[in-house]
């Protein structure tokens, strides 16, 4: 407090010192006023106010002063500063509906957007300038019934959350039906003012408009078991959806937080970039794009996102290209990390399809197990960017997203956009990273059916490695005789083995290998190997979802349930259970807040388990180092440690259960 104190007191003080300062934790009430002011960037701002008249004579006026007149006796204000305040705020109001030519109504609740921001006890120029910059930056245009905000609301939910997106489109419960006030008074309608206060502490200094979308999402996920369970009728889930936010208590806010970062972190950038014409000042959104929303199958993705998400290491969104072509359009050229699947195929011949599908699910596995860089858990569909073609390929996307995919998106302008846009980056020059991003299958037959026995090595068309194994497939599959069908259909179900992959300089991966046998030692750990990563290897396919413990426990797959605590490496205990399943081994984390729910905290094969190790002193603390082996040693991935009581019987089932799988895997 005393450096961010001494910071503000400096002046010149900008919002990326406070947040560093900061750092997520909650402001102290008597320096928010200055947060805020900075976070919204109106310190030294004139007062706006100075050339007005000061009449209150608009037509809505008395509308106004009801409302505002409302809010004053919901504040604990001393009697004789009420009609100084009420004066206040009346002007802020009139003053703004006059300035920007608005007409007033209680609906659009600008006196919730107010309330925060009177409990700062501001002088009124600075009250003008916070509500205006609000409005102005954090508050999306046609927020209203009906509006863009509620159709791109929708469409994010469906992509990270199809089942329950599906369920409230057949309930016909719109986005715009219950976070209307949500999104138009940033949670202040509902939440109480401390909760509030701490969600704009930490929206403000975000800084990103677009992070209340992600907030809403974690509600509405949050809600999520209620809502499937419900047998209520419409009316009354939309009251329960809509009045949720006021079940948030201060202490559930920093979960709020990063789950909505995590969530985020999942979300391609062209939810951003295609959609900012939401926010900002209005002369910028009249050149608004035309793209209907409400029309939109799914999530939209720019080519140049595509072409860069799977070029970048590390977190983020990685895409996995379908291309959905015609064979001879996709033959005659296509984007080399893509797989083919034709989209024709559906209505001729659906076995066929049926068969593809699979086929590409697999591909879309190993691609993301080899590391390759057509990896990628987000499926992207490309068509040709012409309407009438792409029909087809709007129908394979409905088949993916009634089965409940997750991440599934449409990649803007298809094929086409593609080619314009490699023109305008101007690929030929040799220096950039992007050529060879266009490949083209002919040639004989015979070329072809070697290349997909995997005997050939892919050689100069390999554009740098991108045309890892999804290509070579998709060419197998291509080559409609029936020989190669069988064997690369052999190929793709047979995944017990370890695939021989060509690697290529990008496929980050170790030399390959066969049948190495994951080490797997069980023995005394003296002190902790520091060095070693520690994370609480959330993997990827686990957004931390919210589930029932006890739900969990009874799964018919779940073989053990261990009620145990996993250690931090800062010693914090979380009170967790281990389950372990045939193949996997879950760490359930309990939610405090919520009795008898648990986050996913974990998820981890169990052939990826390398070491097991308790130590003398402590016989109940049990370590799990996972990983990968193979010629040249052991390589960590993940460590997690957990205080398990008997440790000892606990230990014993899970060794049993490794070895299975491991003896399943050699045979």
């Known amino acids: 407090e005393k450096d961010l104190a001494d910071a503000l007191e400096e002046g010149g003080c900008d919002l990326e010192t406070v947040r560093n300062i900061i750092q997520g934790r909650q402001l102290p009430a008597d320096l928010r006023a200055k947060v805020w002011k900075i976070a919204l960037n109106v310190v030294g ?13 608009l037509p809505e006026q008395s509308i106004i002063r009801k409302d505002c007149q409302e809010l004053i006796d919901q504040l604990s204000v001393p009697e004789e500063e009420k009609s100084v305040l009420l004066l206040d705020i009346e002007s802020v109001i009139t003053f703004y509906c006059k300035s920007r030519n608005v007409k007033y109504s209680s609906c659009l609740g600008w006196i919730h957007l107010l309330k925060p921001l009177v409990h700062l006890l501001l002088p009124r120029s600075d009250l003008y300038n916070c509500f205006y910059a609000i409005m102005n930056k954090f508050i999306p245009r046609d927020c209203f019934m009906k509006g863009r905000p509620f159709h791109l609301f929708r469409l994010l939910l469906q992509y990270h959350e199809p089942e329950l997106c599906s369920f409230l489109d057949t309930k016909k419960m719109t986005p715009d039906s219950y976070a209307l006030n949500w999104l138009g008074s940033l ?12 969600i704009w502490d930490g929206y403000l200094q975000q800084a990103d408009p677009f992070f209340i979308y992600f907030l809403m999402l974690i509600i509405l996920v949050n809600a999520k078991d209620v809502i499937l369970a419900q047998e209520s009728d419409k009316e009354e889930m939309i009251k329960f959806l809509e009045t949720s936010p006021a079940n948030l208590h201060l202490e559930d806010i920093e979960d709020l937080f990063s789950l909505a970062q995590y969530y985020c972190s999942k979300t391609p950038v062209s939810f951003r970039k295609d959609n900012h014409s939401l926010f900002g000042s209005s002369l910028l959104g009249l050149k608004d794009d035309d793209t209907d929303l409400s029309q939109a199958l799914c999530l939209a993705v720019s080519v140049s996102e595509i072409l860069q998400a799977n070029q970048q290491q590390g977190e ?8 959905c072509r015609p064979a001879e359009q996709y033959n005659a050229g296509h984007l080399s990390t893509a797989f083919h699947l034709d989209s024709d195929l559906m209505l001729q011949n659906p076995s066929e399809f049926a068969q593809s599908v699979k086929s590409l699910l697999e591909a879309q596995k190993q691609s993301i197990e080899s590391g390759s860089i057509a990896g990628g858990e987000h499926l992207c569909f490309m068509g040709s960017g012409r309407e009438e073609e792409d029909m087809y390929m709007n129908m394979v996307l409905a088949h993916f997203l009634q089965k409940n995919k997750e991440y599934v998106s449409i990649a803007k302008g298809g094929f086409m956009a593609l080619q314009q846009h490699l023109a305008d980056i101007n690929v030929e020059g040799p220096e950039n990273g992007y050529g060879h991003w266009i490949a083209s299958t002919s040639g004989s037959r015979s070329s072809i059916n070697s290349s997909a026995d995997g005997d050939s090595p892919n050689g100069s068309s390999d554009g740098k490695g991108v045309k890892s194994l999804v290509n070579k497939m998709t060419v197998a599959l291509k080559t409609k005789s029936v020989n ?15 695939v021989d992959r060509h690697v290529s300089s990008s496929d980050r991966v170790g030399k390959p290998y066969r049948g190495v046998k994951p080490v797997f030692s069980i023995g005394d750990e003296e002190e902790y190997d520091t060095d070693e990563i520690d994370s609480s ?30 250690v931090k490496e800062n010693g914090h205990m979380f009170p967790s259970h281990l389950l372990v399943t045939a193949t996997h081994m879950y760490c359930l984390r309990e939610i405090p807040s919520r009795k008898g729910l648990a986050y996913i ?18 016989p109940e603390l049990i370590t799990f180092k996972y ?3 193979n010629t040249s040693g052991i390589e960590i991935l993940a460590v997690e440690r957990y205080l398990i009581p008997n440790a000892g019987d606990a230990t014993k089932a899970i060794k049993q259960q490794i070895m299975k799988v491991l003896d399943a895997l050699e045979s």
């Open 187 to 198: 949670f202040s309608y509902y939440c109480s003012a401390e909760v509030t206060q701490a």
């Open 316 to 323: 983020g969104v990685r895409f996995f290209v379908v291309d």
């Open 601 to 618: 905290q974990s998820r981890q094969a169990l052939n990826s388990v390398v070491k097991i190790t308790s130590k003398k002193k402590h």
């Open 537 to 566: 290897s959330m993997s990827d396919d686990d957004r931390k979802e919210v589930v029932n413990i006890q739900t969990w426990i009874n799964k018919p797959d779940v073989k053990y349930n261990f009620p145990c605590n996993e």
């Open 45 to 57: 701002k004139g007062d706006s106010l100075a050339s007005w008249d000061g009449s209150l004579d």
């Open 627 to 629: 990983g990968n082996s």
């Open 484 to 498: 190669v069908k069988e064997k690369v259909i052999s190929f793709i179900e047979n995944t017990s083995t370890p």
